[in-house]
C-alpha cells in the first residue's frame, strides 16, 4: 500500500504534472540553461538535489514549528496553553530555509568535492530564486503529503524538470542549424518547441493510476 | 521629464515580460483568462511598488554583503500580506491563482528591480519605477490572457465574445497553449523591434 501511493507520486510528479509542461514552475532556468546538453545535465542534478533536500527540510519545519499540532515543537518547550499557528509564517520561512540551505549546500560540496562544485557550482546560485523549489516545498504543505511522501516527491519531481531540460536542450542543439526567420530566432522559437513539447506530455493524463 | 521616464520605460521599452523575459513562471501559469492575468498582474504590482519604496527607503543602511537575504524578507512579508488578504476578500481568485500567488517572492521581476534599481535609486524613482514595470507585467499578462481566452475559450471575463458558431480551441487554455502563445507573441515583439531598427 505504502510503496504503491510513493510509486503513483512519482509516476505523477514525473510525468502527468510535469514541473514544466503542466505546473510551469522553474521556466526562466528552463529557457536559460537548455542551450547546451552539458549544462543541462548539470543543472538538472542541481536542481533534483536541492528539491530533494529542501522538501525533506521544509516538512521538517512546517510541521514542527509552524502548524498548530500536537507535535509542534515551541507548543512543548515552552509548555503553551494550545499549540500556536505560525502557518502564515511559512512563505518567509520556507523561502529563507531555502536561500541558506543552498548556501550551506554550495561551502559542502566545495569543501568536500572540487570536481562536483567545478560542474555544479555556478549553477547553486541560480537556484534559489528557482520558483520550482519553493513550488514544491509548498505543493508538499497543500496536498498534506507524508514525510517519506514529501521526499519522493521532491525528487521525482525534479527528476521531471531534468527530463524536460535535458529533452529541451537536444533539440536546441539541432536548433542551431535550422533556417529559423529572424524574429523567431532564440527564446520564441524555444518557447514554440516546449509548445510542442508540452502537447506530447499532454498525453500522459490520460494515465489512470 | 526623466521621471516620466522612469515610468514609461516598464510598460514598453523596458517591459520586464516581453524586452526581458522575466517572471514567465505566472505569465504561463494563471494567463488562461483574463481575469486571472489580471489579478496576478495588481498583486504583483503591488509587491513590486511596496518593496521598492521600502527597500529605497533602507538601501544606506543595508550592508552589501547581506542585501540579498534582506530584500527577500521584506518581499515575502508583502507577498504575506497580499496572500492573506486575497484569501479573505477573494477567495475564488485565491483559489484559481493558486501557489502563485505565495510565489511571487522568487518572482525574477521583484528581485530584479530591488537590486538593479531600488537598491540605488531615491525612493520616489523607485516608486514610479515599480509602478511602470507593474504595470508592464500586468499588461503582458493582461494581453496573453486575452488571446487566450477569446481562443480557447470564445469569451473575455468570461462573456462569451465570438458567437454561437466559434469552436473553441480548447489547446489554448491548455499548458501547451501557453507556451505557443508567448513564443509568438515574443516573436511578434522581436519583429516589431528589428523593422524599428531597419527604418
Redesign the interface.
Known amino acids: 500500500m505504502e510503496l504503491k501511493s510513493l510509486f503513483i507520486i512519482s509516476i505523477g510528479s514525473i510525468f502527468i504534472n510535469n514541473f514544466i ?8 532556468p528552463y ?1 536559460g540553461v537548455s542551450k547546451q546538453l552539458d549544462s543541462a545535465v548539470g543543472m538538472g542534478a542541481a536542481v533534483t538535489f536541492v528539491m530533494t533536500l529542501a522538501s525533506t527540510v521544509t516538512w521538517l519545519i512546517y510541521n514542527y514549528l509552524l502548524a498548530p499540532i500536537e507535535a509542534n515543537l515551541f507548543y512543548k518547550l515552552f509548555s503553551l496553553k494550545q499549540p500556536p499557528d505560525l502557518t ?5 520561512a520556507f ?2 530555509v531555502i ?1 541558506s540551505l543552498v548556501q550551506f549546500v554550495e561551502m559542502v560540496i566545495q569543501k568536500t568535492s572540487p570536481a562536483l562544485y567545478k560542474s555544479l557550482g555556478i549553477y547553486l546560485p541560480l537556484i ?4 520550482a523549489i ?2 514544491v516545498s ?2 508538499n504543505i ?1 496536498e498534506n503529503y507524508l514525510f517519506i511522501e514529501s521526499i519522493v516527491n521532491g525528487l521525482s519531481a525534479g527528476i521531471g524538470f531534468t527530463i524536460a531540460l535535458v529533452l529541451m536542450a537536444g533539440i536546441r542543439e539541432k536548433l542551431e542549424l535550422a533556417d529559423i ?4 530566432r532564440g ?6 518547441m ?3 513539447m ?2 506530447a506530455f ?1 498525453g500522459f493524463s490520460g494515465l489512470k493510476l | 521629464m526623466s521621471a516620466i521616464k522612469e515610468f514609461t520605460k516598464g510598460i514598453y521599452k523596458e517591459n520586464p515580460v516581453f524586452k526581458q ?6 505569465v ?2 494563471v494567463s488562461n483568462s483574463v481575469e486571472n492575468g489580471l489579478g496576478m498582474g495588481l498583486a504583483a504590482t503591488f509587491v513590486l511598488v511596496c518593496s521598492n519604496i521600502i527597500i529605497s527607503l533602507i538601501r544606506k543602511g543595508v550592508p552589501p554583503k547581506i542585501r ?2 534582506v530584500y ?2 521584506v518581499i ?2 508583502f ?2 500580506m497580499i ?2 488578504s486575497m484569501a479573505g476578500f477573494f477567495p475564488a481568485l485565491h483559489k484559481s491563482l493558486g ?1 502563485f500567488v ?2 511571487i ?4 521581476i521583484i ?1 530584479g528591480r530591488a537590486e538593479a534599481y531600488a537598491g540605488k535609486n531615491k525612493v520616489g524613482l523607485s516608486f514610479l519605477d515599480g509602478l511602470g514595470m507593474g504595470i508592464g507585467f500586468t499588461f503582458a499578462l493582461m494581453l496573453l490572457g486575452v488571446i487566450r481566452e477569446l481562443l480557447g475559450n470564445g469569451s473575455l471575463f468570461g462573456v462569451p465574445m465570438l458567437g454561437a458558431h466559434f469552436e473553441p480551441v480548447l ?1 489554448m487554455i ?7 502563445t ?3 507573441v ?3 515583439f ?2 516589431l523591434e ?1 523593422r524599428r531598427q531597419r527604418n
Open positions: 509542461f503542466s505546473r510551469f514552475l522553474g521556466i526562466c529557457i502564515f509564517l511559512k512563505t518567509i523561502i529563507l536561500a534559489t530564486t528557482n520558483c519553493l513550488g509548498l505543493l497543500n526567420p529572424k524574429s523567431m527564446i520564441p522559437i524555444a518557447f514554440i516546449a509548445g510542442l508540452a502537447i499532454l | 523575459a522575466l517572471g514567465l513562471c505566472p504561463l501559469a540579498i537575504p527577500i524578507v515575502a512579508t507577498v504575506t496572500d492573506l501557489i505565495p510565489l517572492v522568487v518572482n525574477c528581485l489547446i491548455l499548458p501547451p497553449g501557453a507556451f505557443l508567448i513564443g509568438f515574443l516573436g511578434f522581436n519583429w528589428n
